[in-house]
């Protein structure tokens, strides 16, 4: 009810009443945390313990055998508090989605979180070779970061109208603890507890980098059930949903330039391969349409470079960005003007970055178990003015009752995905009829260029083989899905073979399409 009023609050666009909304907004979103959190204490720290550990293992460095996250408990008045919530209209921004079934309303807050405890949090237990193992217990925890909160609402939702509220960090967070080392075991060396202690938290650090989204289930406050929650993991093994989209602008003015000079300009992550590269001659203006891997290292390197042959190109412009000040003060784009003089000549050189962060799929699987958490991003369908370009996030679950015509064969399916007829993804081989692929991957739609088509007549072709290591795979069948703004999620596909367009086997894929209006 508090959020309804909140939107209706933001709906007003006459409401000029002088006062301020952060200490409202603070109380609110702390009085309803501590709530929440003694109402699913038990459930929630299963939840955490479970999702931590999970993390930890798979982020272990190779001489610690086990790191495990045996107990937690949050003292009382010690639950993760907000201390600012952005004032005036950056506070609160509403936006309205339409389409033919549904209208639904998303609230967001962008939110400064800090929490300090100096009692003890949470019990570790670690082993390391040779019989040494000893207990570690957290305590002087801090931690800082950027984060969002966004309820979303909906017109068929029963009294209240709340369909759902996420959060979840919008940059790395900051973290700080004493490990305390206890009962260690099999190993007497000075120093050993202090290099182990700081070494355990550089492991918890870094797990922090994709701490998940906290998502929680409120549509049963319209039926009397109650709230339900999850943590929908960030990371799935190697996959990393993109958390950032974002453009990079480079216009080159000749002042009074008369010579016929090349220019290369160069824009990435950090942690990019190799950065994306175009040129400019004399004049003009490039762009590059990007997404960001990793919120662990969020910043963007651009360089210009003059161009002369036969000789080390010279860096005439050298630009570092960090997207989160862009997501942080949601002024969405930043601008850089330079001067570059050779000899008589000048040129005028701009450089503007924008970014926005991408909601994520809420899309998970347990075996043959989907399960789909609503996010705006996977909830509300585009009208016809939607951006034909963004995000395309593409889960492959299983297969079901790929067989050939001689059932008794044995198969191994392979599966072949293609967008537009070209290859963008190759699961990994099966040995049953009825694999468990559980595999996700994105491409990045830049569909404002000619070349590429509307997304409704852009298509996804399934093409499943029985893998030969020896011979050429053998042809099992097809299927395909077009694409558009609706959310598919654990959809059927039937294969199709032949003339007689009956193939033997069903795959399961959800696809989200992410809109994203790239910098104009």
């Known amino acids: 009810i508090l959020v309804s009023a909140v939107s209706l609050r933001c709906d007003y666009k006459g409401y000029k009443e002088e006062r301020d909304w952060s200490d409202e907004s603070m109380e609110w979103f702390n009085t309803f945390s501590e709530s929440w959190y003694q109402t699913n204490k038990r459930e929630i720290f299963t939840m955490i313990k479970d999702s931590v550990n999970i993390k930890l ?36 921004r509403c936006l309205n989605e339409v389409n033919q079934v549904v209208k639904l309303r998303r609230v967001t807050f962008d939110l400064n979180v800090i929490f300090h405890s100096k009692r003890s949090i949470a019990d570790l ?73 700081q070494t355990v938290e550089n492991v918890i ?33 190697d996959f990393k949903e993109w958390p950032v989209a974002y453009s990079v602008v480079v216009k080159i003015t000749p002042v009074n330039a008369t010579s016929e000079r090349e220019f290369e300009v ?58 989160t000040l862009l997501l942080d003060k949601n002024a969405m784009n930043r601008s850089y003007s330079f001067a570059h ?22 899309i998970e699987q347990n075996g043959s178990e989907v399960v789909h958490r609503p996010t705006f991003a996977s909830e509300a369908s585009c009208n016809k003015d939607c951006p ?26 392979l599966v072949k995905i293609y967008l537009n007829e070209q290859e963008v993804y190759e699961s990994k081989v099966s040995k049953t009829k009825d ?44 299927t395909s899905a077009t694409l558009s703004t609706d959310v598919v999620v654990n959809k ?8 007689s367009n009956v193939g033997q086997g069903t795959l399961y894929v959800s696809v989200v399409f992410k809109p994203v209006p790239f910098y104009k």
């Not at 989204?213 to 049963?220: I, Y």
């Not at 926005?356 to 809420?362: D, H, M, T």
């Not at 694999?435 to 499943?464: G, H, M, W």
């Open 57 to 92: 293992m798979s982020g272990l460095p190779s001489w610690i055998l086990s790191l495990e996250l045996v107990k937690m408990e949050f003292a009382e008045g010690t639950v993760p508090a907000i201390t600012r919530v952005r004032a005036d209209q950056d506070m609160v």
């Open 492 to 499: 059927a596909l039937y294969l199709r073979k032949g003339a």
């Open 341 to 362: 003089y050779d000899e008589a000549d000048a040129w005028k050189i701009d450089v503007t970055v924008w970014a926005y962060l991408l909601p994520a799929a809420g």
């Open 388 to 413: 034909q370009l963004g995000v395309l996030y593409v889960h492959l679950h299983r297969g079901v009752g790929i067989a050939h015509e001689n059932p008794v064969e044995d198969v191994d399916p």
């Open 435 to 478: 694999p468990i692929f559980d595999e996700r991957f994105q491409i990045l739609l830049r569909t404002k260029d000619s070349t590429y088509p509307e997304l409704a007549n852009q298509t996804l072709r399934f093409d499943v083989f029985d893998y030969d290591k020896f011979t050429e795979n053998d042809f099992m069948g097809q």
């Open 125 to 197: 237990a670690i082993k390391l070779p040779l019989g040494v193992s000893a207990r570690l217990s957290l305590s002087d925890v801090s931690l800082m970061a950027q984060a969002r909160l966004e309820v979303l609402m909906s017109t068929q939702q029963g009294f209240p109208g709340l369909v759902s509220a996420t959060f979840s960090f919008t940059e790395s967070p900051r973290f700080a603890c004493n490990v305390n080392m206890y009962d260690l075991i099999g190993l007497d060396t000075f120093g050993i507890d202090t290099w182990l202690s």
């Open 266 to 323: 160069l824009a990435g992550s950090v942690t990019d391969k190799a950065p994306h590269l175009a040129r400019i001659k004399k004049s003009g203006k490039v762009q590059f349409d990007l997404v960001l891997e990793s919120l662990a290292n969020p910043k963007v390197e651009i360089k210009v470079k003059k161009d002369i042959r036969f000789t080390v190109d010279p860096v005439i412009v050298s630009k570092e960005v960090d997207l």
């Open 205 to 237: 650090q870094q797990q922090l980098v994709y701490p998940g989204m906290l998502f929680v289930d409120l549509t049963g406050l319209s039926t009397g059930q109650g709230v339900q929650t999850a943590l929908v993991n960030g990371v799935h093994g």
